[in-house]
């Protein structure tokens, strides 16, 4: 069993920055990928980043990449998202998650957090 607790979301204005965390405790964080996904209200659970389980090999959906940047410290048992030139359209709910996958979609993921609610202004 593994918890997962996200933290750092809060409201930003457009091409602002923020960094998430996401801290685990429990079972052997270091062995796990680990994963950010978004949800919108009315949307579907999208992915956003994902790193393997080493930190050394990351994921990004189109719509992010070269603006977030996702890190994993074994050290601390935590994972970041760095997110930068934030824009409205990333206003969502984020979630990380974790799995011994190197798929992409939600189902594959076994662990997840409660989520940490991003807002962007325009």
């Known amino acids: 069993q593994v918890q997962l607790v996200e933290s750092g979301g809060g409201l930003v204005q457009a091409g602002g920055s923020l960094r998430l965390s996401c801290a685990a405790s429990?079972?052997?964080?270091?062995?796990?990928?680990m994963a950010w996904f978004r949800q919108a209200p009315g949307q579907e659970r999208e992915f956003v980043a994902r790193?393997?389980?080493?930190?050394?090999?990351?994921n990004y959906a189109d719509s992010v990449k070269d603006r977030f940047t996702i890190s994993k410290d074994n050290a601390k048992d935590t994972a970041y998202l760095q997110m930068n030139s934030l824009k409205p359209e990333d206003t969502a709910v984020y979630y990380c998650?974790?799995?011994?996958?190197?798929?992409?979609?939600?189902?594959?993921?076994?662990?997840w957090g409660q989520g940490t609610q991003v807002t962007v202004s325009s």
């Open positions: 429990g079972r052997a964080f270091s062995s796990y990928a």
């Open positions: 998650a974790v799995g011994r996958t190197s798929e992409l979609i939600p189902r594959r993921y076994e662990y």
């Open positions: 790193v393997s389980w080493t930190g050394r090999l990351a």
